[in-house]
């Protein structure tokens, strides 16, 4: 059975639901984000870059299963052969070499295997979040070592990142730099509910702070 072909009035609705859908993204409302991306990918499934948004925001909001489901969609439909060479390395049953790299420098660090997860998440999910970005890895060293330098600032850590440097035998400059493109790139922040392996999250203090003070100021403001 042929595929039912995308309207134009259908192309209209998606083109909205897509530009709402990466507002949301880019504003961290991650679940809006995945709805208004996951409707502009139903009303023209043929479009790829429907896809790859769609699998980006699924991946930051943790769905890392349905988001390489969406990806491999994204393969399908993706004429660029070297951009979808990389993604097929995601469906890889083996390690990379940078997860290979991190994952034997921090177990011999003596880390947490809850930490070490949170950095092959974290490698799993920049990858996704690249999207048509060139991934350049000269030295595995690099991006493991800034993977394991975020992941312990993340948990409150105290580390140096010229320790780091010297733990992997490369530049404090090469931590620096690759550290500055998966912070930026994901945006990640202190205490990342998605990188934070601890059972209480000092964040949680905060949005608690938030929500007391917004309540306090209702209670001030009525008359």
Not at 130 to 136: D, K, S, V, W
Not at 170 to 177: C, K, L, N, Y
Request: charged share 35%; hydrophobic share 40%; aromatic share 8%.
């Amino acid at each position: 059975m042929a595929k039912k072909k995308t309207t134009k009035r259908e192309r209209r609705k998606a083109v909205g639901h897509h530009k709402t859908g990466v507002q949301a993204y880019e504003q961290w409302d991650v679940d809006q984000a995945v709805k208004e991306l996951r409707a502009a990918a139903d009303l023209d499934p043929e479009n790829a870059d429907y896809q790859l948004d769609l699998a980006q925001a699924l991946a930051r909001s943790g769905d890392y299963d349905q988001a390489l489901r969406v990806l491999a969609e994204f393969i399908r439909l993706e004429p660029d052969t070297n951009l979808t060479e990389r993604f097929e390395l995601l469906f890889s049953s083996g390690m990379d070499e940078v997860e290979e790299m991190v994952t034997d420098r921090m177990t011999q660090a003596g880390m947490p295997v809850e930490e070490i997860g949170a950095a092959l998440q974290m490698w799993l999910e920049y990858r996704i979040a690249l999207g048509r970005e060139r991934l350049i890895i000269r030295k595995a060293e690099t991006w493991a070592a800034a993977l394991d330098y975020i992941v312990r600032k993340v948990n409150l850590r105290p580390v140096k990142r010229y320790k780091i440097a010297e733990f992997y035998g490369i530049s404090d400059g090469a931590v620096r730099d690759r550290h500055r493109d998966l912070v930026d790139t994901l945006d990640v922040m202190p205490c990342d509910y998605r990188y934070f392996t601890g059972k209480e999250n000092p964040l949680d203090k905060l949005v608690e702070a938030a929500e007391l003070l917004e309540e306090l100021e209702v209670r001030f403001q009525e008359l």
